[in-house]
C-alpha cells in the first residue's frame, strides 16, 4: 500500500517590513510506491525537506491530502497521527539529531519504546541495524562522543527499528564517506527491496543510480526527471 | 507514562549541572517560603500567646522597673530583674481609684545561676488568694493548689530526675512544667508568695538582693482586673497620678508588641515574596531557555511519533520532578536552619516568639512545596506554550 499525496503545496508566511506569503512546496502529486525508492534532488531551499515534513505527517500542508495506505494521515487528530508515524513511518531528519541522554542503542530503540514494551526481536533487530550501518561497536557510547557521520547512521538504524512501510530520508548520506554512503544506500534499497516505499531527499547524485524514480524539486515545483538525464 | 517517565529520568540523570541548577532554584523557593512562613506564623502564635497569658487589664509596677529590669523585659525576653514597692505604698495608690474590681500582687526575684540553666531566672511569686492573672493557665498544668516550696517552672528550663530546683537556700520542688508560650516566661518560675518570700530574705543574708528592702512587706507588682463600665485606658491615666508608681494597659502593651510584631512580619512577609517571585522568575525564564536549547530535540522525538502531548508531558514530567526535589530539599534545609535557631531569632527580634502547632508546621510545610511547585507549574505552562508553538519539520532543518 503506497504512501499518497495529493495536490499537496505549503505556503508560509514571511514576516519583514511587507508581509507576504511564498510558496515553499506547489501544488503536487506524488506516489511512493511499495518497493521502490524514489529520489527528489534539488538546491537548498527549493522546498524538498518541506515536502518530506508534508508526508511525515509532520507539517500540516497548506493544501491537499496525505495518505498512508488509503488513510487521510491529516484527518486525524495529533495522537492518533503521530501513533500512526510512529508505527509506519521511518524519518531520518537532516543534521545530527541524536538524543544525548541517550545511547546509541537506546537512541535506535526509542521508537520501539515510545509506544509499548521492546520485545527480544526489536532488540536482534536493532543489534542487526547497528552492525548493517557499521557502528555496532559503538552502542553503548553517547551521541556526543560520535563523529558526524556515526550519527547519521545512528538516526538511519532509529528510522528502520520499526519496519516502517515508508522511509522518509532527508540527506541521509550528507556526513558520510564514500565507503559509508553506499552502505547506507545499500541498506535503503535492501528495505525498499523488502517492501518499503524509500523517499530519499538529497543533493549528491550518488543516490541516482540506487532509485527507481527520481524528481527534481526547483523553486517549490516538483518535476519527475528520467534517469537518463 | 513509562516511557515518558524513564526518558524524563534519564534526561535529567545524564545533564547533571542543569538538573542541580534547576534543584536549587526551586529550593531557593522553597526554603524562603517555609523559613519565612515558620517565622511569621511563630511571632502570630508568640503574641496570641502574649496576649492570653497577660491575663490583667493593668499592671502596676514601681517607678523604677522602668530602668531596672522592666516588666516587658520580664515577659518578652527572660531578662530577669529585682524591684519592690512596699504593699503600703502601692495601696496608697491604689487606693481610690474607681473602677478596680481586682488587685493581685506579685513578687519578682531573679535567682542566681540553678542546675537548671546556664543563666539566671525570674522567679514570680503570686498570691493564691487573690491571683486571676496566673493560675488559671497553670490550672491547665497543675490543678492543684501550691504548696510551700512548691514551683512550677517555664517550658523552657530543663527537668531533672529529682525534679527539685534550690533557689537561695530554699530546695524547691517541681510540680508541672507548663507549655511553652514564645515569651520571657518561659524562663521563669512560679511560686507562691509565701515561698518567694523565704528565698528573697535569704538573698538579703547572702547579699544578693540589695537591704533596705523589707521583703515581708514588698511586692514587685500590682495586677488590676477593671470592672465592667470602666475603660482601663483611664485607670491606669489615674494611677499614674500618684507618686511611686507605674500603670500600664494589658491592651497598650499587647498593641506595642502587635505593632512591633506587624512590622517585622510584614517586612519578612515582603521578603518571602520578593525572594520567591525571584526564584519564580528564574525558574520561569531558566526553564523556557532550556526548553529553547532543546526544541530540535523535541523535534526530533516528534519525527519519531512522539504526539505533542506525549512531548509536553515530558517536559512538564521533568519540571515537576525538579521542582518538587527543590521543594522538598528546600523545606528539609529551611527546617534544618530554622528550627534550631528558634531562640537566636526570637533574641534577634525581640518579640514573642512561639513555634506553632505540628500540624500548623506540617500545614506549612505542604504549603511551601505547593508555592514552589506553583512556581514550577507556571514555568511549565510557559515551557509547553513555547513547545507547542515550536514547528517540528522547521526545527528539524539542519540550520534550526
Known sequence: ?229 | MKFIFALARKNLIKKPYRTLAMILLAALAAFTVFAGSIVVLSLNNGLKSYGERLGADVMVVPSEARTSGSFDDILLQGITGNYYITEAQLNRALSGVEGIEKVSTQFYLASVTASCCSSKLQIIGFDPETDFTVQPWIRERYSESLGDGDIIVGADITLNSSMTLQFYNVKCKIVARLDKTGTGLDTAVYTTIETIRQMAENAVILEHLTEGYDVSTSVSAAMIKVADGFDAQSVAGKINGRKGVKATTAQSYVSGVASGLNNVAGAIGAMVAVVWLLAAALIVVSFVMVCNERMKEFAVLRAMGASSSMNAKLLLTEIFAVTAIGAVTGVIFSAIVTFPLTSLIKSALSLPYLLPSFWAIALTVLGAIAATLVAGAVSALFAVARLNRSDAGLMLREDA
Open chain 1, 1 to 229: 500500500m503506497p504512501l499518497k499525496a495529493e495536490n499537496i503545496s505549503k505556503t508560509f508566511i514571511r514576516n519583514g517590513k511587507n508581509t507576504n506569503s511564498f510558496y515553499a512546496v506547489e501544488e503536487t502529486d506524488l506516489l511512493l510506491e511499495n518497493g521502490t525508492v524514489t529520489a527528489v534532488v534539488g538546491r537548498s531551499g527549493s522546498g524538498k525537506t518541506t515536502l518530506l515534513n508534508m508526508l511525515s505527517g509532520l507539517l500540516t500542508p497548506t493544501s491537499g491530502k496525505v495518505f498512508y495506505d488509503g488513510e487521510d494521515v491529516y484527518s486525524f487528530d495529533d495522537d492518533v497521527r503521530s501513533k500512526l508515524r510512529n508505527k509506519s513511518v521511518g524519518v531520518i531528519p537532516q543534521g545530527q539529531t541524536g538524543l544525548k541522554s541517550l545511547t546509541v542503542y537506546e537512541n535506535v530503540l526509542l521508537p520501539a519504546e515510545m509506544y509499548g514494551s521492546v520485545s527480544e526481536e526489536i532488540k536482534e533487530r536493532a543489534d542487526e541495524l547497528l552492525k548493517a550501518v557499521g557502528i555496532g561497536s559503538l552502542k553503548d557510547e553517547y551521541p556526543n562522543e560520535l563523529s558526524g557521520g556515526e550519527l547519521r547512521r545512528m538516526a538511519i538504524a532509529r528510522a528502520l527499528v520499526n519496519k516502517p512501510s515508508f522511509v522518509l530520508a532527508d540527506e541521509p548520506t550528507g556526513d558520510l564517506d564514500d565507503e559509508n554512503t553506499l552502505a547506507v544506500l545499500k541498506l535503503l534499497r535492501s528495505v525498499a527491496d523488502q517492501g518499503a516505499a524509500v523517499l530519499i531527499v538529497t543533493h549528491e547524485k550518488d543516490t541516482l543510480t540506487f532509485a527507481d524514480k527520481v524528481y527534481k524539486m526547483d523553486a517549490g515545483k516538483l518535476s519527475e526527471v528520467k534517469k537518463e538525464e
